[in-house]
């Protein structure tokens, strides 16, 4: 039997320690908490050094480490010259792909296994859009599916055009997923939209062009609005059936060069 006091406290594992946090890591903490709470938002200016050194009673130095972190956060910008100061610019998604990038890549992990995870929470994101929509969620998708059919009337050949179609494209699935009422599903598919439009706007800068006739970009259209109809029409089920069948078509086109082996640190080096 035991003679330790199950009551006494455990000592740390040997060679195990706690580092306190440093000063400018604890500014950084209150000003991100401003951020987070909404006491600081998008474009407002920070104090000047002056005052925020005797708000925090640090040094100059201290203060300046602060701003740093909060940078590469992208969550304050820094200005020089006569308005110069620092800015709060909040979270930026991008950041968090190439982040989660780094992560994907220690792991192997190609372009295909990333569009593999959106087909996956995508779809989803259709079933619930499809139960919680508003009309101004159906006017925004509709819209964008007319912006489409006016690009179809231009020469897809172009880079220019194929660059619109894109964006106009990555919008779609934006609505998709920011209005499907989960914030959580809205921040990873961020992430992950982030990751294939970054491979789109590569394969346009070296020159790829699409192969696609007239009657599959409509074809593609008449998809996009089949599923926009069975969101309005309330249809869950018939919603996350389509765009998955949809996602999948788009991928075999999107990977028919091969590049669904390019690993993700490639695209952001």
Known sequence: MSTTDASSPRELEPGLSVRAPK???????????????????????????AQLMEQFGVSRPTLREAIRILEAESLISSRRGTRGG????????????????????????????????????????????????????????????????????????????????????????????????????????????????????????????????????HRNLRSLEKLVGLIAAGDREGAQSHWTEHMRAAGKGLFRDGSGQTTIVDLFA
């Open 86 to 217: 620092a800015q709060v610019t909040g979270p930026d998604i991008g950041v968090a792909a190439r982040y989660v990038g780094l992560i994907l890549q220690l792991q192997g992990t190609t372009l295909a296994d990333v569009y593999e995870a959106r087909m996956i929470s995508e779809p989803a994101c259709a079933g619930l859009l499809a139960e919680r929509h508003s009309e101004r969620d159906l006017r925004d998708l509709r819209a964008c599916i007319e912006q489409l059919h006016r690009l179809g009337e231009r020469d897809l050949e172009s880079a220019a055009a194929l660059s619109e179609w894109s964006a106009l494209s990555s919008r779609f699935h934006r609505l998709i997923t920011e209005r499907a009422g989960n914030r959580t599903l809205a921040v990873q598919a961020g992430v992950v939209r982030d990751i294939i439009d970054t491979h789109h706007a590569h394969a346009f800068t070296k020159g790829a062009r699409t192969d696609r006739p007239a009657e599959n970009f």
């Open 23 to 49: 000063t400018a890591e604890l500014v950084a903490m209150r000003l991100r908490s401003k951020i987070v709470h909404g006491e600081l938002v998008a474009g407002d200016v920070l104090p000047t050094e």
